[in-house]
């Protein structure tokens, strides 16, 4: 019987504190608020309705002007022309699919791996020359690409890995970013909560596994994001001279450079490179939503 006191209490609880959480609004400005936010969701979403209506626009209707935002007479020709074209390649078009995955699975995992585990021992361990050494990756940041572009060159040409996969795979696992992100967020993940787990007698790879990354999923998911957008869309022509080891954004390119007889070959191209970041970056926001709405540890 106490039981089911217990259950309507908590119930009853619920809803004062929806109610309390309600927020003070009227009808009208919520209306208002939705009309606002359907708005900036059809601003952003223009880009990428423009560019699928490009792809599937006949040639003619490519050269318009003004141009339309959506096809008059839509057709798939566009996308039939790109996988002929590279068909008649001598590297197949799989191969370059396999080199652009193959680089972006193992330079995300290899990335997310190491930045986790340095992050954590940055985040919770004290030991000598440690804000020092995040102090250097802080302003290591600050360096764009281009200008550490002729260090790396002669880096990974010394360790004779010019013209393989691990050109673009080790500078992508050892990028400063992910360690920061990682470890300002594991910052605020209770200390008490993992030296609970080690005096139940867990290891520290198991505190780590177990308990950190569970908890940090919000940090790794938003890193997956970001080098997942990297990688697929680095063309590597700089590190990777070997045709069969190309990637499939360095293909793409050369088939938009083709001129004009190309243009929807172009368009069509356009949309099949948006394909993975776009689906990659929706299923790791609900994942984030969802984990942040769940979470919540604090000392």
Not at 8 to 37: M, Q, T
Not at 59 to 75: A, G, I, S, V, Y
Not at 104 to 131: D, I, N, Q, R
Not at 172 to 188: D, H, T, V
């Amino acid at each position: 019987m106490s039981k089911k006191i217990k259950e309507v209490k908590e119930k009853e609880y619920h809803k004062k504190l929806i109610k309390r959480r309600k927020p003070n609004r009227s009808i009208a400005g919520d209306i208002l608020l939705y009309i606002f936010l359907a708005f900036v969701a059809f601003i952003m979403a223009v880009p990428i309705i423009y560019a699928v209506s490009n792809a599937l626009k006949p040639l003619d209707e490519l050269f318009k002007f003004p141009p339309r935002l959506l096809p008059l007479n839509p057709t798939t020709d566009n996308f039939s022309d790109l996988f002929v074209t590279m068909g008649k390649s001598w590297v197949s078009f799989t191969r370059y699919l396999f080199n652009t995955v193959f680089i972006t699975f193992v330079g995300t995992a290899g990335h997310l791996l190491v930045a986790s585990m340095g992050a954590f021992v940055l985040a919770k361990y004290e030991f000598p020359g440690a804000p020092l050494f995040f102090k250097i990756v802080t302003v290591a940041m600050m360096f764009t690409g281009y200008v550490t572009a002729i260090p790396n060159y002669l880096i990974l040409n010394k360790l004779g890995w010019i013209d393989t996969y691990w050109a673009i795979i080790i500078p992508a696992i050892a990028s400063p970013m992910g360690l920061f992100l990682m470890k300002q967020f594991m910052e605020g993940l209770p200390t008490s909560l993992i030296e609970a787990a080690k005096i139940d007698g867990a290891t520290e790879w198991r505190v780590f596994r177990q308990i950190v990354l569970p908890n940090v999923k919000p940090a790794w998911m938003t890193l997956i994001i970001f080098s997942v957008q990297r990688l697929w869309n680095d063309p590597a022509a700089t590190f990777i001279y070997s045709e069969e080891k190309k990637t499939l954004v360095y293909a793409m390119s050369q088939i938009q450079g083709g001129g004009i007889a190309r243009t929807g070959q172009g368009a069509a191209v356009m949309v099949v490179m948006m394909v993975v970041p776009i689906s990659i970056f929706i299923f790791s926001e609900s994942q984030i939503l969802e984990t942040m709405a769940s979470s919540g540890l604090k000392d």
